[in-house]
C-alpha cells in the first residue's frame, strides 16, 4: 500500500510540480492550498507525511504545524520555506517539524527527504520528535535547550530522554516495563521506583501545579501518559 501524502501549498504551479514528481515515485498526494483547509484536511484523514509550507493564507506553516502537534497527531512534517534564515529554520524545528527544505529545491532532493522521513516513521512507527511545545513550555532536543515562560530549565540527560520518549508517544500509556526497557536500558540498579522519581522532578520543574498535573499523567498500576 502506497504511503499517502499531503501537500500543502498555495502556488499552483508547485503543487501541479511535486504532486507529478511524488506520485511518478509511487505516493498518493493530495493537496491543500491554505493553511486552514490544510489543518482540516490533516485532522481528519490519516496521512503519512505532510509537506507543508511556511508562507500559506489563511494560517501559515508555523500555525499549522503547531496545531497538529497540540492535538497529538505524530504525522511526519517536511516544511517548504522560501527563508533561508536560521531562526525560521530553527522555529520550525521546535514546532513539531521533522525536516526542512528551502526554496528553490532540486526534485530529487525532494524525493530523497520524503523517502527518508517515510523510512523513520514506518520503523519506528512514529514521527521522531526534535523540539515540542506544550502549555508554556518549550523544548529543544537537538539542543538540549528547555524553557518556561521564557526562562531556560535545568533538565538533567536522563529526564529530557524520559520527556521526549513519552511525548513521542503522547495520548498512550507508556509502562514502567516500557520505559526501563527503552530509556534506562536495563541499567542494573533502576528500579520502577526511579522512574516515578524522575517523572516526579519533571513534574516539579514543567508543570504549573505537579500536585494536579495537566500534561504528565500516573495512569495507576501501569505507567505514565503525556497529555497537550
Known amino acids: 500500500m502506497s504511503s499517502r501524502i499531503l501537500l500543502v501549498e498555495d502556488e499552483p504551479g508547485l503543487v501541479l510540480t511535486v504532486t507529478d514528481l511524488l506520485t511518478a515515485e509511487g505516493f498518493e498526494v493530495q493537496s491543500a492550498t491554505d493553511g486552514p483547509s490544510g489543518l482540516a484536511r490533516a485532522l481528519a484523514e490519516k496521512f503519512d507525511l505532510i509537506v507543508l509550507d511556511v508562507m500559506l493564507p489563511g494560517k501559515n506553516g508555523f500555525e499549522v504545524c503547531r496545531e497538529l502537534r497540540q492535538q497529538g497527531r505524530d504525522v511526519a512534517v517536511l516544511m517548504l520555506t522560501a527563508k533561508t534564515q536560521?531562526?525560521?529554520?530553527?522555529?520550525?524545528?521546535?514546532?513539531?517539524?521533522?525536516?526542512?527544505?528551502?526554496?528553490?529545491?532540486?526534485?530529487?532532493?525532494?524525493?530523497?527527504?520524503?523517502?527518508?522521513?517515510?523510512?523513520?516513521?514506518?520503523?519506528?512507527?512514529?514521527a521522531?520528535?526534535?523540539?515540542?511545545?506544550?502549555?508554556?513550555?518549550?523544548?529543544?532536543?537537538e539542543k538540549g535547550d528547555v524553557k518556561k515562560n521564557g526562562t531556560p530549565l535545568n533538565l538533567a540527560g536522563k529526564e529530557l530522554q524520559l520527556l521526549q520518549y513519552l511525548i513521542e508517544r503522547r495520548g498512550k500509556v507508556v509502562s514502567r516495563e516500557e520505559l526501563l526497557e527503552n530509556v534506562w536500558e536495563y541499567q542494573s540498579a533502576v528500579s520502577s521506583r526511579t522512574i516515578d522519581v524522575h517523572v516526579a522532578w519533571l513534574r516539579q520543574k514543567l508543570e504549573d501545579n505537579p500536585q494536579n498535573p495537566r500534561h504528565i499523567f500516573t495512569v495507576r498500576g501501569v505507567g505514565y501518559r503525556f497529555s497537550v
Open 86 to 126: 536560521v531562526v525560521d529554520r530553527v522555529v520550525g524545528l521546535k514546532l513539531g517539524a521533522d525536516d526542512y527544505l528551502t526554496k528553490p529545491f532540486h526534485p530529487a532532493e525532494l524525493v530523497a527527504r520524503v523517502e527518508a522521513l517515510l523510512r523513520r516513521v514506518k520503523h519506528d512507527n512514529l
Open 128 to 141: 521522531p520528535v526534535r523540539g515540542f511545545s506544550f502549555g508554556n513550555v518549550e523544548v529543544d532536543f
